[in-house]
């Protein structure tokens, strides 16, 4: 009576009793073990994942490190990588980050077509908090509580790291005939010289590559030394350099 009473009242009970069968076996707990094995990730697809990545100098175009911390590419193109250490913008307001902004924008004017800039954000967790040290034993218990309240919280921190690639293209007279026309009907020996024997060659490319290194390491200086009333510009060195490419 019970139940006639309660399919006659609500139809949808009727529905659930009559395929109460076809739930059943669609959630056996037999299942529930077979989907949970299929969602485990075998060895052979970890490993295959694993031989697909390559060798990292395929995916880094970077080819030698020069000196003074510039990088020859593996397409003739010169890299100096720069580090921005700048203000905290939730601490200025308009007037000042529009005066950022139009300090940074009028730096990268240096640049001409043959320059490019790209720039990167890092993200870190559990960034390392220095706590500093005071004699005064109340200001040192602040400080270790301060300290003790960042170390609570680690899984919530971190820290964002801004880096730029200064990437330089010069134009090589070896590879451009109209420079090598123009070259060839000044000095015609020399051009010859050099164009024909692979000692005249070589010398040619290391004056090319000298001039460039030039260019790109004084268009560098002349940037940082614009930005560092506003921000900090470090000029990374060789092992700056590389550290900061095993973070990519």
């Not at 076809?22 to 694993?50: C, G, P, Q, V």
């Not at 005939?177 to 123009?182: H, I, P």
């Not at 024909?196 to 790109?216: D, K």
Request: hydrophobic share 45%; with cysteine; net charge positive.
């Amino acid at each position: 009576m019970a139940a006639r009473w309660a399919t006659h009242t609500d139809p949808q009970i009727l529905r659930i009793l009559l395929n109460s069968s076809k739930f059943r076996r669609r959630y056996h707990r037999e299942n529930y073990t077979r989907s949970a094995e299929n969602s485990m990730i075998k060895l052979a697809r970890i490993l295959r994942d694993y031989g697909e990545t390559g060798a990292l100098n395929a995916l880094v175009n970077v080819h030698v490190a020069l000196d003074d911390g510039l990088f020859l590419t593996k397409s003739g193109d010169l890299i100096s990588f720069l580090a921005f250490h700048g203000p905290d913008y939730e601490c200025l307001d308009a007037s000042q980050l529009d005066a950022v902004a139009r300090r940074f924008e009028s730096a990268l004017r240096l640049f001409d077509s043959k320059f490019r800039l790209y720039q990167y954000l890092l993200k870190s967790d559990h960034p390392a908090i220095s706590c500093a040290k005071s004699g005064n034993p109340v200001l040192q218990k602040a400080l270790d509580a301060r300290a003790a309240y960042f170390a609570a919280k680690g899984n919530a921190l971190y820290n964002l790291d801004t880096f730029a690639a200064v990437v330089y293209r010069p134009e090589s007279a070896v590879d451009n005939w109209s420079a090598q026309m123009r070259r060839l009907l000044k000095e015609p020996k020399l051009t010859a010289r050099q164009l024909l024997s692979m000692r005249g060659r070589t010398a040619l490319i290391g004056a090319e590559l000298g001039r460039a290194q030039e260019i790109l390491r004084g268009k560098v200086a002349s940037f940082a030394v614009q930005l560092r009333d506003d921000v900090k510009v470090d000029i990374l060195d060789h092992e700056e350099g590389f550290r900061f490419l095993r973070r990519l």
